[in-house]
């Protein structure tokens, strides 16, 4: 049987919600960079922050110009990745494959 979630103070319920807002902010200002062109899928996936790797696959192929939810899931299950997967949890094969199909435009 699952634990029962931690009592909170509100103190720590007040932080735990403004951490989840910044969270929340700073992924859509990275996915709309990526959707503007100002960065690439590479530079998200050499991103060493939480933002980065807390960030689903999918609505990080969402996110490239040109790709929207369904050839996101069609890309995703023709590599062989989950649809839940997040980017921390990619394999190094598949992020070469991320990286071969998505190539940066530099």
Known sequence: MPSPLPTLTPEQRAEALAKAARVRKDRGEML???????????????????????????????????????????????????ENRRVQGLGERQRERLIKLFPPLD
Do not use: C, F, M
């Open 32 to 82: 709309g960079d990526l959707k503007a062109g100002r960065i690439s899928l590479l530079d998200v996936l050499n991103r060493d922050d939480e933002t980065a790797r807390q960030t689903r696959a999918l609505h990080l192929l969402q996110s490239l110009p040109g790709i929207g939810k369904v050839r996101a899931r069609r890309h995703l299950i023709d590599l062989g990745i989950s």
